[in-house]
T-cell receptor, first 116, second 113 residues
Framework: GAGVSQSPRYKVAKRGQDVALRCDPI?????LFWYQQALGQGPEFLTY????????KSGLPSDRFFAERPEGSVSTLKIQRTQQEDSAVYLC??????????????FGPGTRLTVL | DQQVKQNSPSLSVQEGRISILNCDYT??????FLWYKKYPAEGPTFLIS?????DKNEDGRFTVFLNKSAKHLSLHIVPSQPGDSAVYFC????????????FGEGTQLTVNP
């Protein structure tokens, strides 16, 4: 399909392990977002890319979280030394334009991370 | 601090009747509002949006109303169908927050046949 894809869909990590979550946005989409969704809550913003430039990373909860989009397409969210509170669904979204309004964000299915 | 709030965690309606989902926001800088629908194990899917220059936007069975003075918006679904059963999220963005979306906690809608 032509939608946003994420891998893996499920990830179990032992506390202290590093994990890498991948997002393939819709081809040609300029903007890419990462959100974290805890159980029973709405998604919370983590970071935003416009092409390869990371324009906003104010939502990243700690310096253990790092995101990149080196060629302006695929993005990777890396979490170092995972903690139990990192357990959540990580959602990636892309949108076609730079503009904010009338610029629908299309979401992937998410990666459910469980840290034991 | 929760800038977008959906105070009803769940709502149950009969098929064919109207579903009304509510959302309140506190940040007066928000000027663009969206509703997303989410099925289990899937990502949120965009439903409908409204800019703060309007007070109503309609798309088929879905209508969003915006009351800026009350900082309140609502989603009306008429008529409700069993396939509408999902979690509905209200989201907002504003000039000062850039392209990021701020989401409410979600409302689980169940439409009973």
């Amino acid at each position: 399909g032509a939608g946003v894809s994420q891998s893996p869909r499920y990830k179990v990590a032992k506390r202290g392990q590093d994990v890498a979550l991948r997002c393939d946005p819709i081809s040609g989409h300029v903007s890419l977002f990462w959100y974290q969704q805890a159980l029973g809550q709405g998604p919370e913003f983590l970071t935003y890319f416009q092409n390869e430039a990371q324009l906003d990373k104010s939502g990243l909860p700690s310096d253990r979280f790092f995101a990149e989009r080196p060629e302006g397409s695929v993005s990777t969210l890396k979490i170092q030394r995972t903690q139990q509170e990192d357990s959540a669904v990580y959602l990636c979204a892309s949108s076609k334009y730079r503009d904010r309004s009338y610029n629908e964000q299309f979401f992937g299915p998410g990666t459910r991370l469980t840290v034991l | 601090d929760q800038q977008v709030k959906q105070n009803s965690p769940s709502l149950s309606v009969q098929e064919g009747r109207i579903s009304i989902l509510n959302c309140d926001y506190t940040n007066s800088m928000f000027d663009y509002f969206l509703w997303y629908k989410k099925y289990p194990a899937e990502g949120p899917t965009f439903l409908i949006s409204i800019s703060s220059i309007k007070d109503k936007n309609e798309d088929g069975r879905f209508t969003v109303f915006l009351n800026k003075s009350a900082k309140h918006l609502s989603l009306h679904i008429v008529p409700s169908q069993p396939g509408d059963s999902a979690v509905y999220f209200c989201a907002a963005s504003g000039e000062t927050s850039g392209s990021r979306l701020t989401f409410g906690e979600g409302t689980q809608l169940t439409v009973n046949p």
